[in-house]
């Protein structure tokens, strides 16, 4: 979608282009897209569906944009209810660093500087940063997030999550990458998700 990626670069010639309901309806679309395309097909295929950011990474951003937090849920409302939620917790400023390494400059969105929370860039950043991390903070006891401690070491947090995330492995079943490409082929689930399982056999 053209309209999504502009709006997260910021294009220069469109910085406006997006209000905070706009641009929280149009990502609203795009994740229905993937939900219907993706994850729907992929669970009805036996598969288990991992996300990397879900709804919860909206309700987060598009209240700190200000929109009314009952409105943004029932935007997403038609959204599967996750096995397990895990939210990474770590400080402001150990997150700000993290993100901020490596980047040469913020996008327009990203650095929530359509909300006219500062002119400057990283200070926008900063206190949109620190909205999204209250709102996280907020849904914990809500949606009954599972809270990590992201301040760990890795192998720490892996042992944590594995230990977690076990019981609900003890009686799903493991497959061959071939078996999940037809199971999931047949679901109609296209994409480089499933080129990544195994690659197209060739045909003679």
Known sequence: MELVLDSRRGHPARKQLLTPLS??????????DR??????PALKAGAIVLADRYIYTAFGRDVARGLDPQFVREIYNFAIRPTIAF????????SLKRILIGRPQLKF??????????????????LFQCQI?????????EFGLTVIDATKPLLEQ???????VAPHLENVL???????????TEEGLHGRYLESLVPEQETV
């Open 87 to 94: 939210y990474f917790r770590v400080p402001l400023e150990e």
């Open 109 to 126: 969105y990203e650095a929530g500087l359509d909300i006219g929370l500062d002119e400057d860039p990283y200070e926008s950043f900063r």
């Open 23 to 32: 641009f929280s309806l149009i990502h609203a679309a795009d994740f229905a």
């Open 133 to 141: 991390l209250d709102e996280y903070d907020r849904m914990v006891d």
């Open 158 to 164: 892996q042992e944590e999550v594995r230990e977690i």
């Open 35 to 40: 939900m219907e395309r993706q994850m729907l």
């Open 174 to 184: 493991s497959a061959e990458h071939s078996a999940w490409r037809e199971a999931l």
